[in-house]
């Protein structure tokens, strides 16, 4: 046997040089013959041996594999002048080592295979894996406004694996027209016009930012009626008139006001109050409370929306029977009936009342001792010298006489 703590003394050993790209794969394979031109020494033996010399490009641990028992194989580092040659030796990137085959004549077969390591299995110099690519898949690249469709994104990493995940959505633009969800779900508005919005997906992995961009065309659909709001008044009293509203709302989000081209018509309580083509609802006179149900309709391009309301007629002053909780008073001044408003100071043994109330805005309060006590909606008849105020503790009149008295009750 040859001694295995002995190198190789001799320079004139053949020396072959591992092409990187083979080392780069993580394993080195040799097989031949020793001739005569491979004689050396070793210690005081003489052999016959090779070298074969590489670099590492990874740290980590190389092996030498033989089933060939002809020849012995060890492992160097080189330059290095220590006697031990091993068959597992570890390595640094960068560094040059020596593959040594050593046989005991000339003419035996050598056969090896090196392992070596390449960083794609070391946890402390594993390559670092990268973005490569992002794309938008799925949803549809053309849509009727008004309708959704989702995307999601795609992405290809630098090891060849691909992957779906979640990236940054926004839109580029046309935002005008359409919203985009976190999770990629495209939601378009109504347009009577063909539209465009260009969506973005970004994403980031490992430091590396990549984008992908898609334009999706949105069909237009026909203007089409969504609804009416009918604008009215809930309570009305006895003797006035009011001017009702309607409003069209369509699928575009636009409205437009319909009014003169709504169709009015009472369907109930028809015999106390009345709505003409232009919505103005004029309640007859009523000595007690009537409920009245105003009907509204309007037609746009054969499409037709429809919508019933109800309103209350509240009896006049003049027709409410006094109680026996009568105020009375001098009257302030606004005594003028075309402004149709009223203030003023009412007093008897319950206490003192102020009283304000203008018809233009349609508020009046009542004050009790100074203390803001009761508010409510005012009512006037027509001849503008009486006012209801329907408040929470109930109703309240005030009228004034022929003799410039201002006297108020409460009415049951």
Sequence with gaps: MLACG???????????????????????????????????????????????????????????????KDCMYFLSEAGSKSQSQPQSLSVKSGKSYVINVV??????????????????????????????????TGGASSIKAGKSTTFKCKVKYSDGKTATVSPQWSIVSGGSYASISSSGKLTTKVSTSKRSVKIKAVYTYNG???????????KPVAKALKKITVTYYPKVYSGTAKQFSCEATFNTGATSDITSKTKWKITSGGSYASINSSGKFTAKATSVQRTVKVYAQYTYKKKTAKLTVTVTILPSVSSIARTSHEFSGTSAALADSGAKAFQGLLENGEGMFSFSADAGSETGYLLVDGDEGFSGVCGFVQDGSRILVETDSGLFAIWRDEDGMTTGGWYE
């Excluded at 993580?26 to 013959?33: L, N, P, Q, T, V």
């Excluded at 590396?208 to 949105?218: D, F, G, N, P, Q």
């Design 6 to 68: 002995m190198a190789f003394t001799s320079s004139a050993v053949t020396t072959q040089n591992i092409d990187q790209k083979e080392v780069s794969t993580g394993k080195i394979e040799r097989s031949g013959k020793l001739s005569s031109s491979d004689k050396t020494t070793m210690g005081p033996n003489t052999v016959y041996g090779r070298f074969f010399n590489f670099k590492a490009v990874a740290n980590g641990t190389a092996k030498i594999k033989s089933s060939n």
């Design 208 to 218: 590396v930012t990549k984008s992908s961009a898609k334009t999706v065309t949105i």
């Design 103 to 136: 046989g005991k004549k000339s003419g035996v077969s050598y056969s090896f295979t090196v392992s070596v390591p390449t960083g794609s299995s070391n946890n402390n110099n594993k390559s670092k894996k990268t973005l490569k690519s992002v794309s938008i």
